[in-house]
């Protein structure tokens, strides 16, 4: 790959776009940062063991039944009587609140996540392939340069400096949280989900591969030179996706109390590897996540998102409905298997058979220099020249 040589063939017209999507997103961002980088109150939260649920709950933002829920206690219980009468030592509300504290959005994180997207969607669609390129180019376009700096962008902004929330992991959930009481503000976790599926939706699954932190954590381990025929190896989609479902359902059951008993219990919380954004780790079983999928990330593709995320798997049936995606044109597709090769899921396999629902796709661009017959392009669903 040489991506001077890409540069040096895009056109005037590309150079412009080029110059105005980075003054774009800078925009976004300085935007962002001056209308504050946090919406919530940053008070210290005064409390105590002698305080009951009721008192407590206005500072955090959050219902009577999320601290009850926190603390391990029953959601019906008196949220009126001080907190040590009813067994709640002082570490133990410490603890709850630090977590509650820890799920409060950085709003400034919402503008990096649509200006990275914004980046990688005017790439894909406008700028990765030069203008008038002959095929013959074809391996000097789309080069990794661009998505690599926007992973390690995500990673480094979006993840450590903002911190775990909001993410699209989280966003979903709380909607779900929000259906049993959890929340004061349940409009708002709509809007904070919306927001993350409509920048799934515009690009295909856009924000999970070009903004998502613990996404491009993963896929940065993946993409080191190590290892490689080993990850030639796919794992196969019917089975990851199995398992990713049934992990979301599990959720469900368990979080409105059919199975368990104990309304409010999530069971992506002993399992989230947002949490490494924080440094805090709650959990002996959240070390482990976090350790077995950076570790395994050297030779799977985000394993995370294929077995485990739940909104991963939501956008995964939002595919269907993504404007900028991936196509095939089967009037000219031979089936070489060149871009099946390069993909690093079964998603190319699908397209190029044609598939209803293929596997995920994460618009990382790997299949868009491949193809010898130039016939995949990413692109709009209504643009009709080429067939889906
Ligand atoms: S599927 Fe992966 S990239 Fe998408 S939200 Fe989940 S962790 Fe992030
Ligand atoms: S290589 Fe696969 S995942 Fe990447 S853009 Fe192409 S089809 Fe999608």
């Not at 210290?44 to 500072?59: A, C, E, L, R, W």
């Not at 030069?130 to 962008?153: C, E, M, Q, T």
């Not at 950076?294 to 294929?306: A, D, E, K, T």
Request: aromatic share 12%.
């Amino acid at each position: 790959m040489n991506n001077y040589s890409w540069f040096a063939q895009i056109s005037f017209k590309q150079r412009i776009w080029l110059f105005a999507t980075v003054a774009g997103m800078f925009a976004i961002i300085v935007v962002g940062t001056l209308l504050g980088s946090s919406g919530e109150s940053t008070e210290p939260i005064g409390f105590n063991i002698d305080m009951s649920i009721k008192d407590i709950t206005p500072q955090l933002g959050v219902t009577n039944k999320a601290l009850a829920r926190e603390l391990e206690l029953p959601l019906n219980v008196s949220k009126k009587e001080p907190l040590g009468t009813l067994g709640v030592t002082y570490q133990e509300l410490e603890h709850a609140i630090e977590h509650i504290l820890s799920h409060r959005d950085n709003m400034l994180k919402y503008y990096v996540f649509t200006a990275l997207v914004l980046g990688g969607l005017v790439y894909l669609i406008r700028l990765g392939r030069p203008d008038g390129a002959d095929s013959k180019s074809r391996r000097n376009w789309y080069p990794r340069v661009p998505h690599i700096v926007s992973l390690l962008l995500s990673v480094v902004i979006a993840g450590f400096l903002l911190g775990k929330s909001p993410n699209p992991m989280e966003a979903l959930v709380k909607v779900f949280k929000a259906m049993v009481g959890l929340y004061p503000d349940p409009g708002m976790k709509v809007i904070a989900f919306v927001f993350f599926i409509l920048l799934a939706i515009i690009g295909n699954k856009m924000i999970c591969g070009w903004a998502c932190p613990f996404g491009a954590l993963q896929e940065l381990i993946y993409s080191l030179p190590i290892l490689r025929k080993i990850k030639q190896k796919k794992l196969p989609f019917i089975l990851t996706n199995t398992i990713r479902a049934g992990l979301f359902l599990a959720m469900l059951l368990f979080l409105f109390g059919i199975i368990g008993g104990r309304e409010g219990f999530v069971i992506y919380h002993y399992i989230n590897p947002f949490n490494l954004f924080n440094l805090d780790f709650e959990s002996l079983s959240i070390w482990l996540t976090v350790i077995i999928v950076l570790g395994g990330s050297f030779i799977i593709f985000r394993p995370f998102c294929q077995f485990i995320c739940p909104f991963g798997f939501v956008s995964w049936i939002a595919e269907r409905f993504s404007i900028f995606r991936i196509r095939v044109d089967k009037d000219k597709c031979t089936q070489c298997g060149a871009c099946i090769k390069v993909c690093p899921l079964e998603a190319a396999k699908g397209k190029v058979a044609g598939n209803k629902m293929p596997a995920d796709c994460f618009s990382c661009g790997r299949c868009l220099n491949v193809c010898p017959i130039d016939a995949i392009r990413y692109k709009s669903v209504f643009k009709k020249d080429i067939k889906k």
